[in-house]
């Protein structure tokens, strides 16, 4: 795994080690997704003769991104944006643009709520991503390594995620120790 991908996954980790944040997390994100690609499945799209809509197309270069940077969890994730991505295309396919609209605005504001509350309430800090915009591109990757990692697959990111957060064994993907992250302290950059 690249050296740039341990230490956003470590940083990640820190600021996500309060059980209930974790799992507004694991709402929010999917949330915010379909909202954003809700409105992109509007515009369609012929690919090679394919009927398709904008919105696979501009996940692709996000997805193989993912997949480069480490092909196993890159893999987990492009499983899951499948679901996520049919969902937007059966809304957007079966309610007025106009609404389509709304319910993505709805989504997006909904899953950033989500995850707000989930820092300030639970970990007692702001989100990562506000100093560190790719914690926003990390946050699939965590979510993908801690079920791998509850599932007792990849042993190398179950040490990444224990040595941040100074756990001895990380059982489950919602069961993670107190926050070692001091509320307020800057953990977009490595110390």
Not at 35 to 47: A, E, H, N, R, S
Not at 67 to 73: E, G, P, S
Not at 159 to 184: E, F, W, Y
Request: charged fraction near 10%.
């Amino acid at each position: 795994m690249k050296q740039f991908l341990r230490r956003e996954l470590t940083i990640y980790a820190e600021s996500h080690a309060d059980r209930i944040n974790g799992v507004m997390h694991i709402l929010g994100n999917p949330i915010i997704f379909i909202g954003v690609v809700l409105p992109l499945c509007l515009v369609p799209v012929t690919v090679f003769g394919i009927q398709t809509s904008l919105a696979p197309l501009l996940a692709i270069p996000a997805l193989l991104m993912w997949i480069t940077w480490d092909f196993a969890l890159g893999l987990g994730i492009a499983v899951a944006a499948v679901p996520l991505l049919w969902i937007a295309a059966t809304i957007a396919e079966k309610t007025p643009v106009g609404w389509v609209w709304i319910i993505a605005v709805a989504l997006f504001v909904l899953g950033w709520v989500l995850q707000i509350v989930g820092h300030q309430v639970f970990e007692g800090a702001q989100p990562t991503a506000l100093n560190n915009p790719v914690q926003s591109l990390i946050a699939p990757m965590y979510m993908v390594a801690k079920l791998y990692t509850s599932l007792g697959f990849r042993a190398d990111l179950a040490a990444i995620l224990r040595r941040s957060t100074g756990s001895a064994a990380c059982t489950g993907p919602l069961q993670r120790p107190p926050n070692s992250v001091k509320a307020g302290a800057d953990v977009s950059r490595p110390q």
